[in-house]
């Protein structure tokens, strides 16, 4: 699904739901009366347009169109879906959403990022107060894939599924919370947490560096990938949950945390949180630390998509829904002329595959003609099922030529061609393009082998037969430039 979003309210929730929709190929309207909303929404969408293709290992929709309305009515007229992200000021909100129900069809959705009031605060005094429904994001709204979807009893089935579908197709994951309650469900987690943390500061116990390292060094990357539960499961060992409630229940009892109890809000405890606060990380600017933090999640959650695991599962589904929007082939029935070369990679460059020169680095070149290797075995039938069963191809041999950069975020195309192949051997041709530019070649022979003995072994005759038909197809065509290169040959 895509069309126009409508974003009312431009900050920083406001402006990554913007980007979010801009990169999954939504024209997006926002109206915000802030005088600066367009510097901030342009510096939130430069950062998501550098991090954001760094998830994907297949090809981003084109990007939609942006337009800075002048009124909100402006702004939501037409919209396929309206998110709202102002002020934390329920009033506020209720003057938004009647301005919205009068500008918008009766079927047009409203989302509302709100992190703590539940839908039936929002929707008192509604037209249609079934259409408004919570869908709580998390900074960054562009990286992050978690919305909270809330809906009242007053919402229908049709309208949760339709909030549902349009989180999905951007690449989201909407976790529908069962029941209203303040805050929803993520945020009453954090807050317990942050309460916690602001005991230990408040007694001198720690500082706020000592906290976040005991986060983000410990538990908190055992939660970006398993959660709260699967970790504690695991620490019951063989024994499981059982196991572990048994052991740590007790401590349920104990004076471990003052979770019921709040130390006072005053200006000496806000004066030292804040000034030790300036002192982690007050030599940064805020665009640093934002890019910081943008390459590290995407660093992180790219690891987890080789284990199709937690965050990375999500990023796996929007790469194949992409792929197949993009119509990157996987079978041999899906490429249309076999005489020409096949792509079988289109992606950008994210930032993990940067070197210290700011280019890609020699390994993510292996890595891409290796990717476009895989997907020509696709094609001719060397799939994950087919390797199960106990056949696959080895490689043998690999020549690369880099012959011009990949910087970030530029979108790279391999090309790949069949020199020769038949029986135990498939002789591949690959190129990488950046737009007119070619940048490196890469030559590899591969080996069909039984996973049984580990040695080589033919091919099965369709797979041979699939083969054949792109090594006829292409046999007219000019040998490339640089093929059967040695390393150190004169050029």
Same mark, same amino acid.
């Given at each position: 699904?895509?069309?126009?979003?409508?974003?009312?309210?431009?900050?920083?929730?406001?402006?990554?739901?913007?980007?979010?929709?801009?990169?999954a190929?939504?024209?997006?309207?926002?109206?915000?009366?802030?005088?600066?909303?367009?510097?901030?929404?342009?510096?939130?969408?430069?950062?998501?347009?550098?991090?954001?293709?760094?998830?994907?290992?297949?090809?981003?929709?084109?990007?939609?169109?942006?337009?800075?309305?002048?009124?909100?009515?402006?702004?939501?007229?037409?919209?396929?879906?309206?998110?709202?992200?102002?002020?934390?000021r329920?009033?506020?909100?209720?003057?938004?959403?009647?301005?919205?129900?009068?500008?918008?069809?009766?079927?047009?959705?409203?989302?509302?990022?709100?992190?703590?009031?539940?839908?039936?605060?929002?929707?008192?005094?509604?037209?249609?107060?079934?259409?408004? &429904?919570?869908?709580?994001?998390?900074?960054?709204? $562009?990286?992050?894939?978690?919305?909270?979807?809330?809906?009242?009893?007053?919402?229908?089935?049709?309208?949760?599924?339709?909030?549902?579908?349009?989180?999905?197709?951007i690449?989201?994951?909407?976790?529908?919370?069962?029941?209203?309650?303040?805050?929803?469900?993520?945020?009453?987690?954090?807050?317990?947490?942050?309460?916690?943390?602001?005991?230990? &500061?408040?007694?001198?116990?720690?500082?706020?560096?000592?906290?976040?390292?005991?986060?983000?060094?410990?538990?908190?990357?055992?939660?970006?990938?398993?959660?709260?539960?699967?970790?504690?499961?695991?620490?019951?060992?063989?024994?499981?949950?059982?196991?572990?409630?048994?052991?740590?229940g007790?401590?349920?009892?104990?004076?471990?945390?003052?979770?019921?109890?709040?130390?006072?809000?005053?200006?000496?405890?806000?004066?030292?949180?804040?000034?030790?606060?300036?002192?982690?990380?007050?030599?940064?600017?805020?665009?640093?630390?934002?890019?910081?933090?943008?390459?590290?999640?995407?660093?992180?959650?790219?690891?987890?998509?080789?284990?199709?695991?937690?965050?990375?599962?999500?990023?796996?589904?929007?790469?194949?829904?992409?792929?197949?929007?993009?119509?990157?082939?996987?079978?041999?029935?899906?490429?249309?002329?076999?005489?020409?070369?096949?792509?079988?990679?289109?992606?950008?460059?994210? &930032?993990?595959?940067?070197? $210290?020169?700011?280019?890609?680095?020699?390994?993510?070149?292996?890595?891409?003609?290796?990717?476009?290797s895989?997907?020509?075995?696709?094609?001719?039938?060397?799939?994950?099922?087919?390797?199960?069963s106990?056949?696959?191809?080895?490689?043998?041999?690999?020549?690369?030529?880099?012959?011009?950069?990949?910087?970030?975020?530029?979108?790279?195309?391999?090309?790949?061609?069949?020199?020769?192949?038949?029986?135990?051997?498939?002789?591949?041709?690959?190129?990488?393009?950046?737009?007119?530019?070619?940048?490196?070649?890469?030559?590899?022979?591969?080996?069909?082998?039984?996973?049984?003995?580990?040695?080589p072994?033919?091919?099965?005759?369709?797979?041979?037969?699939?083969?054949?038909?792109?090594?006829?197809?292409q046999?007219?065509?000019?040998?490339?430039?640089?093929?059967?290169?040695?390393?150190?040959q004169?050029?």
């Amino acid at each position: 699904m895509s069309g126009h979003a409508a974003i009312v309210g431009g900050g920083v929730i406001g402006g990554g739901w913007a980007a979010r929709f801009l990169l999954a190929g939504w024209d997006v309207r926002v109206f915000d009366p802030d005088p600066e909303a367009a510097r901030k929404i342009g510096e939130v969408l430069e950062n998501a347009r550098r991090s954001l293709p760094g998830l994907s290992d297949s090809p981003l929709p084109a990007e939609g169109v942006l337009q800075l309305c002048d009124t909100l009515e402006e702004a939501v007229a037409g919209a396929a879906w309206v998110q709202e992200s102002v002020p934390e000021r329920l009033e506020l909100k209720h003057k938004v959403y009647a301005a919205i129900e009068a500008a918008v069809g009766p079927d047009v959705l409203i989302g509302s990022s709100t992190s703590g009031f539940t839908p039936s605060d929002l929707q008192a005094g509604a037209v249609e107060p079934g259409r408004i &429904v919570v869908t709580h994001p998390f900074n960054p709204v $562009y990286l992050l894939p978690l919305v909270e979807l809330v809906a009242s009893p007053a919402s229908t089935p049709d309208q949760v599924a339709r909030a549902r579908a349009v989180i999905d197709g951007i690449g989201m994951y909407p976790l529908h919370i069962r029941q209203e309650i303040d805050a929803h469900l993520a945020d009453r987690l954090l807050e317990a947490v942050w309460r916690e943390a602001l005991w230990l &500061v408040s007694d001198g116990v720690a500082t706020t560096a000592e906290i976040d390292d005991a986060i983000r060094y410990g538990f908190g990357i055992r939660w970006a990938q398993m959660g709260l539960f699967e970790t504690y499961r695991i620490a019951g060992g063989e024994a499981g949950m059982k196991h572990f409630m048994a052991q740590f229940g007790p401590a349920l009892k104990w004076p471990w945390t003052k979770l019921m109890d709040v130390p006072a809000f005053t200006d000496d405890l806000v004066d030292l949180i804040a000034g030790q606060s300036d002192a982690q990380s007050g030599h940064m600017g805020i665009r640093e630390l934002e890019r910081m933090r943008d390459d590290n999640l995407v660093a992180m959650m790219r690891a987890l998509k080789p284990r199709d695991w937690g965050a990375g599962a999500i990023l796996n589904a929007q790469d194949r829904a992409q792929g197949a929007a993009a119509g990157l082939p996987r079978t041999a029935d899906a490429v249309t002329d076999p005489a020409a070369p096949v792509i079988t990679v289109r992606r950008a460059v994210p &930032v993990d595959w940067l070197d $210290y020169n700011g280019h890609m680095t020699e390994a993510r070149y292996l890595q891409a003609f290796a990717d476009a290797s895989d997907r020509f075995m696709e094609i001719i039938g060397c799939d994950q099922a087919y390797i199960a069963s106990g056949g696959s191809f080895f490689t043998a041999e690999t020549h690369i030529r880099h012959l011009d950069e990949a910087r970030l975020a530029e979108v790279i195309e391999l090309r790949t061609r069949v020199l020769g192949g038949g029986g135990k051997k498939m002789h591949l041709w690959h190129e990488i393009w950046c737009g007119t530019r070619l940048l490196a070649t890469g030559e590899h022979v591969l080996i069909h082998v039984s996973l049984e003995t580990r040695r080589p072994a033919p091919m099965p005759a369709q797979m041979a037969a699939v083969l054949d038909r792109f090594v006829t197809a292409q046999a007219g065509l000019p040998l490339p430039e640089g093929a059967g290169r040695f390393v150190g040959q004169p050029r």
